[in-house]
């Protein structure tokens, strides 16, 4: 039924909540998982974090560098499980967006993902990923309500 599944993570303990869904839910239906993280474009600001780099490697160069090695070690999970193939793929844009146009290109048949749970300024400041992805995709949406911060 869901051959293939769509994991955005962003690297925290609250988006890795969905990770038991998926990998379930990838052996009940032998799927193939798709692992991604969406790095929001570069503004061109220098930042505190950006001079840590600034002799070796860009802002830009580093958080994708991170990414990748991120989604390797989450991708060792799924694989632990007996769950093959992963892939692996580091986005940048705008967040919601590139979920969907990731889900569209590669016709993802389910999109698992962790939602935050921010509730009203905060709801209304940032919004909601998870919320966009849900209102717009073409497949079906499996929200996992993280509860708290574990790191």
Not at 103 to 115: D, E, R
Not at 121 to 139: I, N, Q, T, Y
Not at 144 to 151: F, G, H, L, N, Q
Request: net charge negative; hydrophobic share 45%.
């Amino acid at each position: 039924m869901y051959n293939k599944i769509l994991v955005p993570l962003d690297g925290s303990s609250l988006a890795e909540q969905a990770l038991p869904h998926a990998i379930e839910l990838a052996q009940k239906f032998n799927s193939e998982i798709h692992l991604i993280q969406v790095i929001v474009q570069y503004s061109g600001a220098i930042t505190p974090y950006e001079l840590d780099y600034k002799m070796t490697e860009t802002f830009r160069e580093a958080a994708i560098r991170e990414a990748h090695e991120y989604l390797h070690r989450i991708e060792g999970l799924f694989i632990a499980k007996g769950i093959k193939p992963v892939a692996i793929k580091v986005i940048e844009g705008m967040v919601a967006e590139s979920i969907l146009e990731y889900a569209a290109h590669y016709g993802i048949q389910l999109i698992v993902m962790g939602t935050h749970g921010r509730s009203g300024v905060g709801r209304w400041v940032f919004g909601s990923v998870a919320e966009k992805v849900l209102r717009v995709s073409d497949c079906p949406v499996f929200l996992v309500r993280a509860t708290a911060e574990t790191k």
